[in-house]
């Protein structure tokens, strides 16, 4: 692919589509399904508590408030819940936000009429804490000496867990109908918490970060990765932690159909790591290949009218 780029390293990483396609994914250690499942037992078991409030972001389509909910380790979850005004929800979608973080929620979600929570990963905006950074770079190294203490546990909770005894308290009557939408960050989280939590019966993920993280620290990137290469560089020993949050080990216990989209060029989550989580998860799945992620162009532009309209046919209610 030929595009002009500020990068010292090719975002490419020298693969094409068929290499990318035969990216693996790292092996799994033996109590790793063990590991995840008592994490996304102990979040299932946390009450919800939500609270809501009017939010001044409401307009004549759809009714905005301001959500907060308990998650694991005792800590609140901020968000925004939407309803449409006019039609019927259909479905309850939680909608993952990636390492920017969210200030707000997205109007206007492809597919049938759906009441969306979009929750905010502990340290970020409406669940903003002292206890957690706010920025990609400390963050995702939050914890990171402990599987247990590791911040992407939390936000597993955070997200898909935690998230869903929310909305489903608040909606029991579309329990059957729960859907997940991630990208980046939220997408790197779905594949690693959505394996465990069988409420779920669909979900997008797009440019899914964490995925086979010993190629991973292998190669240049921006942003959340490159703070984890640099910090595996002086520290090897955290891959004994990273080896449990592998996304693309994860994803080979995905049991609901997954549509994922992976980049053919990306600075910020390295296409190899993202087509390992798709190669990785078992069928039923489908995949949209973009052109390029975390790039801002017209080609960036064109790939996002595409997947929109490709989530509008996605989570269509099928079974």
Not at 243 to 267: E, K, T, W
Request: net charge negative; aromatic share 10%.
């Amino acid at each position: 692919m030929n595009l002009e780029h500020p990068y010292a390293y090719d975002p490419t990483y020298g693969y094409d589509e068929a290499a990318l396609l035969a990216v693996g994914a790292p092996a799994e250690p033996p109590d790793f399904a063990d590991f995840w499942r008592r994490s996304a037992a102990e979040a299932r078991a946390v009450a919800p508590n939500v609270a809501l409030r009017p939010s001044t972001l409401s307009n004549r389509r759809v009714e905005v408030e301001e959500i907060e909910f308990d998650s694991l380790g005792g800590i609140r979850i901020g968000g925004w819940l939407v309803r449409p005004r006019d039609e019927a929800p259909q479905r309850a979608l939680i909608v993952a936000h990636g390492y920017g973080g969210r200030e707000g929620p997205d109007l206007r979600q492809p597919g049938p009429p759906a009441i969306t929570l979009y929750p905010c990963a502990r340290g970020f905006h409406r669940s903003a804490s002292a206890s957690f950074p706010n920025n990609a770079a400390e963050h995702v190294l939050h914890g990171i000496e402990n599987r247990e203490t590791y911040i992407h546990r939390g936000c597993c909770a955070d997200f898909v867990w935690c998230a869903a005894n929310a909305l489903l308290d608040l909606t029991p009557q579309l329990a059957n109908h729960l859907h997940f939408l991630g990208g980046s960050f939220g997408g790197g989280i779905g594949a690693l918490a959505l394996p465990w939590d069988d409420r779920f019966a669909r979900a997008a993920l797009s440019v899914p970060s964490f995925g086979n993280h010993p190629l991973r620290v292998t190669l240049p990137c921006d942003g959340s990765g490159k703070a984890v290469t640099q910090h595996h560089a002086s520290h090897p020993e955290v891959m004994d932690v990273l080896r449990y949050y592998d996304a693309a080990v994860a994803a080979r216990h995905l049991h609901l159909p997954v549509l994922f989209q992976c980049a053919l060029f990306d600075p910020t989550v390295p296409p190899p790591g993202q087509f390992a989580v798709f190669n990785a998860a078992p069928h039923p799945k489908e995949l949209e290949v973009k052109q390029v992620g975390h790039f801002e162009g017209p080609q960036s532009v064109a790939d996002e009218l595409r997947w929109q309209r490709r989530l509008g046919t996605w989570f269509d209610l099928k079974p």
